[in-house]
């Protein structure tokens, strides 16, 4: 769903290892990741996002993988351009969500022959500009976007210098919103809330004060199960409009999220990578995980085993 351009932390098992990159930065892949390889031949390593989504797919992969399978398995906090880079040089094995990236899809996996296709996730992913369903209900016509300036100034706050906010993420995600903003001629200012947790706590913020507010938001998410929210119609999306983003002026797409693994993995990688070629589930599925580790905060392990536990008829034929 979103470029993200920064290396985050890792996490594996009790041990964490920080590792930082920047935009333009030298390639992160050259720094190998300690937990690659740990346990030998019978050892995996999976690329993880920061989004709650993309960590709930890999709870429920890590978890089947080490109890019913007898792996080991590591995860790394991978931001979604160098994952690319780490998934080609073997530094992770898996990536279990993409939200399409056609220029490493091209450089890797057609050119470079160093990552392979695995197969959809199951899961259709969606970004699109919402407000609060309470604001919609009182206010229908602000869900088209020609009406959003007259709605501005209720979506002004102090970061948004006289301008309506419309609130984003990190800078790091997939966005056009400021191009957006600009090509058609809104009367707002794209805010950052830095991150997704940031950007939550913010909605329920407002929520919790029935406040407006208009963001920049993407399904499949489980925070629409506590705040409903009504997507604003932007000019409808066509192939190739969003091929030159300073120029853009349509919605976003829908992107059928997928897997891809490193290409040595994908044919030695035996029991694991077939399971993970299998692994595919649904927008519910997911959002379930995800609840259970974003908003009853169980460690991603508990989730996973509450969701294995309670869905043998999903995940078994995944083995067979």
Not at 77 to 106: M, N, Y
Not at 110 to 123: Q, S
Not at 152 to 161: K, M
Not at 289 to 314: F, G, R, Y
Request: proline share 6%.
């Amino acid at each position: 769903m979103r470029i993200r351009t920064t290396f985050g932390v890792t996490l594996a098992g009790a041990s964490a290892l920080a590792l930082l990159t920047g935009c333009g930065a030298a390639d992160m892949t050259k720094q190998a990741s300690p937990f690659a390889n740990a346990g030998g031949p019978k050892s995996l390593t999976l690329s993880v996002q920061s989004w709650v989504g993309a960590q709930s797919n890999v709870a429920v992969a890590q978890y089947i993988l080490q109890h019913k399978l007898g792996y080991h398995v590591d995860t790394v906090q991978v931001d979604e351009i160098p994952a690319w880079d780490a998934l080609s040089q073997g530094r992770v094995d898996a990536l279990l969500e993409d939200w399409s990236h056609p220029e490493q899809e091209k450089r890797y996996v057609d050119e470079k022959k160093t990552v392979t296709a695995a197969g959809g996730l199951g899961v259709t992913g969606h970004i699109g500009w919402y407000v609060p369903t309470y604001f919609a209900k009182q206010h229908p016509d602000v869900t088209d976007w020609k009406n959003l300036d007259k709605y501005a100034s209720l979506f002004h706050t102090p970061e948004s210098g006289g301008k309506g906010q419309l609130m984003d993420g990190s800078p790091a995600y997939v966005t056009h919103d400021k191009a957006l903003v600009k090509n058609l001629n809104l009367n707002y200012q794209v805010v950052f809330a830095g991150s997704e947790a940031a950007q939550i706590t913010q909605m329920k913020q407002f929520a919790k004060e029935k406040k407006p507010f208009l963001t920049y938001w993407y399904t499949p998410q489980w925070l629409f199960e506590k705040i409903p929210m009504t997507e604003v119609k932007l000019p409808p999306y066509k192939e190739g409009c969003d091929t030159n983003p300073a120029k853009i002026t349509c919605a976003y797409p829908h992107t059928p999220l997928r897997k891809f693994l490193n290409a040595d993995f994908a044919k030695s990688g035996g029991e694991a990578a077939t399971f993970l070629k299998k692994f595919q589930w649904t927008t519910e599925d997911q959002n379930e995980v995800s609840l259970m580790i974003a908003d009853q905060k169980l460690p991603p392990e508990e989730a996973a085993k509450k969701w294995v536990d309670t869905h043998p008829e999903k995940w078994k034929s995944w083995l067979s």
